[in-house]
T-cell receptor
Framework: DTGVSQNPRHKITKRGQNVTFRCDPISEHNRLYWYRQTLGQGPEFLTY????????KSRLLSDRFSAERPKGSFSTLEIQRTEQGDSAMYLCASRPAGGESNYGYTFGSGTRLTVV | GENVEQHPSTLSVQEGDSAVIKCTYS??????FPWYKQELGKRPQLIID?????GEKKDQRIAVTLNKTAKHFSLHITETQPEDSAVYFCAASPGYKLSFGAGTTVTVRA
């Protein structure tokens, strides 16, 4: 397990379709984050899990977005009824338990979503 | 919430010269300030970070300074090399989530 793995790397979908992305964190990391990055901008926080509990959701995460981490390991991010404005890079990050809560993020390579 | 501003948006330097990127933050509760480097199509990678109880940190050619009173922090890259060309993001965090700046595209001219 060499890092945070995200699948798929790229996804092209038609407007109105549902998409699901997967993130596999580093195995001993109990904290998992989703961020969204649009072109020319820094990543924006979407949601945060500690083990299987979703502790915070950003206002950016509309009702069409849902994230899960059912067994406290991998996580999925689903977007329903996709819109062109959803086109972005979706980044997952994880960090281990213990220590300062904001230290030691490791990002995955992201899933690039294009809604046509 | 936290708001981070980053300047400049683009920076072109001659190989061997220094590069400086500056960020300001709004939330006085922020206590962790990482810097990430992102190459085209790749993941953001942590290059250096600093906590609010430290004013300066250095790692080889990279250094970060923090002024808590003024709420700003800076990244300094000395003796720049072509492989330093990338987008650099600053971030600030009062807890578990990071608020990022908009990024600085650094180009090192050979």
């Amino acid at each position: 397990d060499t890092g945070v793995s995200q699948n798929p790397r790229h996804k092209i979908t038609k407007r109105g379709q549902n998409v699901t992305f997967r993130c596999d964190p580093i195995s001993e990391h109990n904290r998992l984050y989703w961020y969204r990055q649009t072109l020319g901008q820094g990543p924006e926080f979407l949601t945060y899990f500690q083990n299987e509990a979703q502790l915070e959701k950003s206002r950016l995460l509309s009702d069409r977005f849902s994230a899960e981490r059912p067994k406290g390991s991998f996580s999925t991010l689903e977007i329903q009824r996709t819109e062109q404005g959803d086109s972005a890079m979706y980044l997952c990050a994880s960090r281990p338990a213990g220590g300062e809560s904001n230290y030691g993020y490791t990002f995955g390579s992201g899933t690039r979503l294009t809604v046509v | 919430g936290e708001n981070v501003e980053q300047h400049p948006s683009t920076l072109s330097v001659q190989e061997g010269d220094s590069a400086v990127i500056k960020c300001t933050y709004s939330d006085s509760a922020s206590n962790y300030f990482p810097w990430y480097k992102q190459e085209l199509g790749k993941r953001p990678q942590l290059i250096i970070d600093i906590r609010s109880n430290v004013g300066e940190k250095k790692d080889q050619r990279i250094a970060v300074t923090l002024n808590k009173t003024a709420k700003h922090f800076s990244l300094h890259i000395t003796e720049t090399q072509p492989e330093d060309s990338a987008v650099y993001f600053c971030a600030a965090s009062p807890g578990y989530k990071l608020s990022f700046g908009a990024g600085t595209t650094v180009t090192v001219r050979a």
